[in-house]
C-alpha cells in the first residue's frame, strides 16, 4: 500500500522529466547538489514515509536548517525503533 502512495507521488513530482533522477530548474539547492535526488533514491527503492525523511534530513543539514534537521532525522530514526522494536526513548 505504501509502496503504491510512493510510486503515485513519484509520478505527480516527475510528471514530464525523461528520469526520475533529474535535478529540474525548480529543484531546491540543497537536494540539487547530490548525483541523485533524494525524492529519486526514497522512491525508487520504495523506503517507508519515516525512512525516507531520515534520508532528506541527514543529506540536507549542512545546507539547510543545521541542527534543526539533524533533531528531526533522531525523532524520525526513534519512531522507527518504537514501531520496528518497540522501544521508546525515555525523555531526559
Do not use: C
Not at 9 to 15: E, M, P, S
Not at 54 to 70: A, E, S
Amino acid at each position: 500500500m505504501e509502496s503504491e502512495y510512493n510510486n503515485a507521488i513519484a509520478g505527480k513530482l516527475f510528471q514530464g522529466a525523461d528520469t526520475p533522477n533529474m535535478v529540474t530548474d525548480t529543484s531546491p539547492t540543497h537536494y540539487a547538489r547530490w548525483k541523485i535526488e533524494p525524492i529519486s533514491f526514497i522512491m525508487h527503492n520504495d523506503l517507508p514515509y519515516a525512512e525516507g525523511n531520515v534520508v532528506k534530513y541527514i543529506l540536507r543539514y549542512k545546507y539547510k536548517d543545521g541542527i534543526k534537521d539533524l533533531d528531526k532525522a533522531i525523532r524520525y530514526i526513534e519512531m522507527i525503533k518504537e514501531k520496528e522494536y518497540g522501544f521508546k526513548q525515555e525523555k531526559k
